[in-house]
């Protein structure tokens, strides 16, 4: 892929993130919104970083995340339109999949569990909120459209439309993710 190609992909999944912030794609709301919103700062270096890997950038992303909280591999697998909403303690794991138009909040883990068969890492849907201090673990599948509630625990695979609770984990309705995915790309 061409230098150009590059940089137009790169801003395309920046104005997808920015839109889900601000609901709309401008220069304004774009420095506005860098400037005051730390998840979006980090999305910002994740995606660059992404696709021009070099220490320098490299190392600015290392320092969002020291400054931040965030932890996310650039080379991760991350759908368009990604939200944090608040920044602080996130970490998810290197090799964890994360669909378009998704929420994370502060808090958060998605990682590595299990034993045999079970070991290896989740991959999320399109759409899914995931609330405040919420630990997705293991190898599970979280459908389209769910809603995981504040710290609850999931280990086991998500239907799609589904609203998850508790420690374990567990389908308190089908309602999905509703008004808590705003700005979809």
Known sequence: MSILNRIRSVIDLISSDLYRYTGKISLKSFLSTYFT?????????????????SIPMKYLLLN??????????????????FYIGHFGTIIVSPHAVIGDNCN??????????????????????????????????????VGNNVAIGANAVIIKDVP???????????????????????NVT
Do not use: H
């Open 160 to 182: 799609d439309n589904a609203v998850v609770v508790g420690v374990p984990g567990k389908v308190v309705s089908m309602d999905g993710a509703g008004d808590y995915i705003l």
């Open 104 to 141: 994370i909040s502060q808090g958060v883990t998605i990682g590595v569990a299990g034993k045999g068969e079970s070991k290896g890492v989740p991959v999320i849907g399109d759409r899914v909120y995931i609330g405040p201090g919420a630990k997705v673990l293991g190898k599970i599948r």
């Open 37 to 53: 919103t730390p998840g979006f700062n980090y999305s910002v270096w994740l995606r660059i970083c992404a696709d021009f890997d």
């Open 64 to 81: 969002k995340k020291l400054r931040f909280g965030i932890d996310l591999n650039p080379g991760m697998n991350l759908g368009r339109g």
